[in-house]
């Protein structure tokens, strides 16, 4: 069966703080890909990266960064030095190998960055 | 350039009532998935279609259908509403179908049941 699972419902920061959000995955496939998309209070999802089941380096881009496990099947994401305008809720999700890009959603984290 | 499109923003309806929501794709994409959003959940997937053919459906009653244009862009139709099908309604479009491919989403229509 393929799931996500974020456990962290709300997580609160002072700006500037570092902040980790945290994803789990379940999937019989070899073959996958993982995303993370960020939903702002607008409602708009906004792409922020895919990470494909063979690709265990980690990236950063700027303030953000991945961590990819295979091992735990976990997919983080780091923030460093938060600002406001990272306030938003952050979905991880899951696409197994195959001719449908049906995307699997975690149920979100809330992040607020307080002033 | 323009991205996804979804019409119309809002919409409140009565229960039985029949809806329609519609969506334009970021021009060159042949894909359009739409996802329902339940308050405080990630998104379900519905269908998607490729080319004007259905490439996936999730695990949605018969009153939810889709059809997609020539013109790619989509219609959602739902039949007989119930007041759960309250929730955001997600149009997303890609270049193709298959899975690894990026998605990029529209604003979505915000649909209330009464």
């Known amino acids: 069966a393929q799931k996500v699972t974020q456990a962290q419902t709300e997580i609160s920061v002072v700006e500037k703080e570092d902040v980790t959000l945290d994803c789990v995955y379940e999937t019989r496939d070899t073959t996958y890909y993982l995303f993370w998309y960020k939903q702002p209070p607008s409602g708009e999802l906004v792409f922020l990266i895919r990470r494909n089941s063979f690709d265990e380096q980690n990236e950063i881009s700027g303030r953000y960064s991945w961590n990819f496990q295979k091992s735990t099947s976990s997919f983080n994401f780091t923030i460093t030095a938060s600002q406001v305008v990272d306030s938003a809720v952050y979905f991880c999700?899951?696409?197994?190998?195959?001719?449908?890009?049906?995307?699997?959603f975690g149920t979100g984290t809330l992040l607020a960055v307080q002033p | 350039d323009a991205g996804v499109t979804q019409s119309p923003t809002h919409l409140i309806k009565t229960r039985g009532q029949h809806v329609t929501l519609r969506c334009s794709p970021i021009s060159g994409h042949k894909s359009v998935s739409w996802y329902q959003q339940v308050l405080g959940q990630g998104p379900q997937f519905i269908f998607q279609y490729y080319e004007k053919e259905e490439r996936g459906r999730g695990n949605f009653p018969d009153r939810f259908s889709a059809r997609q244009f020539p013109n790619y862009s989509s219609e959602l139709n739902v039949n007989a509403l119930l007041l759960g099908d309250s929730a955001l309604y997600l149009c997303?479009?890609?270049?193709?179908?298959?899975?690894?491919?990026?998605?990029?989403f529209g604003p979505g229509t915000r649909l209330t049941v009464l």
């Open positions: 999700a899951l696409s197994e190998f195959g001719a449908t890009n049906k995307l699997i």
């Open positions: 997303a479009s890609g270049l193709a179908g298959i899975s690894y491919n990026e998605q990029f």
